[in-house]
């Protein structure tokens, strides 16, 4: 019933725990799960735990957090694209979160090469014709700037896509909308600070809505600062189904009915 768009199910937290959770989430009845990759190193990981089961799949991309790690480049990505079970490109995008701490003081015109590894992955994502999963913090004017610049402007030849874990305005919901982007929304939307994020979830129209878990990061309430898995992903749906003051099945069908609109291949 329940579909997790958003995980990483082979960071270190989940080591030999894919009994547990796959047991969990039938329990929970979260059917699907998209195991994101945010480096080149981990994506045979990725990959081979998407082939392993029938209702998991796989994108291929680095986060713009990565450093010290292999840089993509477009052909790359595009030949990695092409292994099975792969459905997205991501994920990608731009973080100036926290410059000083995070960045070692560096300023965001230092992060060029952010802005050029987000260009490659709208590239592969448009030759592929995989939507890319977006990573956007911060930096939602670059963000929307590049994307547009990139020709993804809800054009023939854009990829599309989803603005993952989304935290921003509702003018920049507004804005990626308008590209013809989904927004995700993760556990943050249960956390008692983030009334501005739920008056956005109360706005996005719900056939461009997905949810997720980000797991292991960002367990919903009540399990918040626990390690996240998909089988907390219906907390997310309870939380909009509220908002909303619809049936939280109503909100589990239409986000599931978004995932195969937007990832195409979980169809095939
Ligand atoms: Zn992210
Ligand atoms: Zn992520």
């Known amino acids: 019933m329940f579909t997790d768009s958003h995980c990483h199910l082979t960071f270190p937290e989940f080591a030999d725990q894919m009994p547990q959770i796959r047991a969990a989430m039938a329990a929970a009845q979260v059917d699907r799960a998209l195991c994101i990759c945010t480096?080149?190193?981990?994506?045979?990981?990725?990959?081979?735990?998407?082939?392993?089961?029938d209702n998991f799949w796989a994108s291929v991309g680095v986060h713009p957090d990565n450093e010290d790690i292999a840089e993509p480049s477009?052909?790359?990505?595009?030949?990695?694209?092409?292994?099975?079970?792969?459905?997205?490109i991501g994920e990608t995008g731009l973080d100036y979160y926290q410059m000083e701490e995070r960045k070692g003081g560096r300023s965001i015109s230092d992060m060029e090469w952010q802005r050029d590894r987000f260009r490659v992955h709208i590239r592969a994502a448009q030759?592929?014709?995989?939507?890319?999963i977006i990573h956007t913090r911060e930096a939602s004017a670059d963000t929307l700037a590049i994307l547009r610049e990139e020709g993804e402007d809800a054009s023939p030849g854009a990829a599309g896509g989803v603005f993952h874990c989304f935290t921003e305005t509702a003018e920049v919901a507004r804005a990626a909308l308008d590209l013809g982007f989904y927004i995700s929304f993760s556990g943050i939307l249960?956390?008692?600070?983030?009334?501005?994020?739920?008056?956005?979830?109360?706005?996005?129209?719900?056939d461009r809505m997905l949810i997720e878990t980000d797991s292991p990061y960002l367990a919903p309430v009540p399990y918040r600062g626990k390690t996240n898995n998909?089988?907390?992903?219906?907390?997310?749906?309870?939380?909009?189904?509220?908002?909303?003051?619809?049936?939280?099945?109503?909100?589990?069908?239409a986000t599931s009915d978004n995932f195969e609109t937007l990832f195409r291949e979980v169809k095939s």
């Open 74 to 88: 477009v052909e790359e990505l595009v030949r990695l694209a092409a292994r099975p079970r792969v459905v997205a």
């Open 127 to 132: 030759q592929t014709r995989k939507p890319l």
């Open 190 to 206: 249960t956390f008692k600070k983030a009334q501005d994020l739920r008056d956005v979830a109360a706005f996005v129209p719900l």
């Open 230 to 253: 998909p089988s907390y992903v219906p907390f997310v749906a309870q939380q909009i189904a509220e908002l909303r003051k619809m049936p939280v099945e109503a909100i589990a069908k």
């Open 39 to 53: 480096k080149l190193e981990e994506f045979d990981d990725v990959q081979a735990l998407a082939a392993s089961y």
